[in-house]
């Protein structure tokens, strides 16, 4: 059985995938400073319920699927 053979639009989308999130946090590193610990760990408390479920849904199926 012959495996199939990486292309260059795989090897093109895989960096984009990396690329993306390093640029964003390059951007919160040096342009968008947060100005204390309480901002950066708590969102300043002004997040809606929104990110804080994504967050939650998102960390509890990453435990489910690396323990099988």
Known sequence: MEHPRISVIDYVVFGISLLIPVIIALYYTFINKQKSNSSFLLGDRALSALPISFSLAVS?????????
Do not use: E, N
Request: proline share 0%.
């Open 60 to 68: 509890y199926l990453s435990a489910v699927t690396i323990t099988g």
